[in-house]
């Protein structure tokens, strides 16, 4: 099975092919090492950084943005979007504070200031 990839690492976003002949994967395409580690992921286990949304509950209108501390199982994007959903923060928020925790491996932290 042939499966066309367009490497997401750097700007240059190489057009790349991971041919999978049972456990072994044959990329081609890529200009770097780093290209072919992406490949390989994306054909065994692909990941997403994910960015989002949280209500904030003690101010009127507003919600705090957030993101994946690290990447997250790409298909557990949906699960993870609504826990997102469901989830508050109250104020003061500052960046990097953590929304919630342990979801697949990484948190949900803070990217925004609400003071
Ligand atoms: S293969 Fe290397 S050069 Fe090409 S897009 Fe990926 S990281 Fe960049």
């Known amino acids: 099975m042939k499966k066309q990839i367009t490497c997401i690492v750097c700007p240059r976003g190489c057009t790349m092919t991971a041919e999978i002949c049972g456990s072994e994967i044959k990329v081609t395409g890529n200009s770097c090492p780093r290209g072919e580690k992406h ?38 994007m949906q699960e993870i979007m609504g826990m997102i959903r469901k989830a508050q923060v109250s104020a003061p928020v500052s960046v990097g504070d953590v929304i919630l925790s342990g979801v697949y491996g990484t948190d949900i932290v803070a990217t925004k200031e609400i003071a």
Not at 49 to 59: A, G, P
């Open 39 to 76: 490949a390989i992921g994306e054909c065994t286990h692909p990941v997403r950084s994910l960015t989002s949304s949280v209500r904030v509950t003690n101010r009127q209108d507003t919600m705090v943005s957030v993101k994946s501390a690290a990447p997250v199982p790409k298909e557990k």
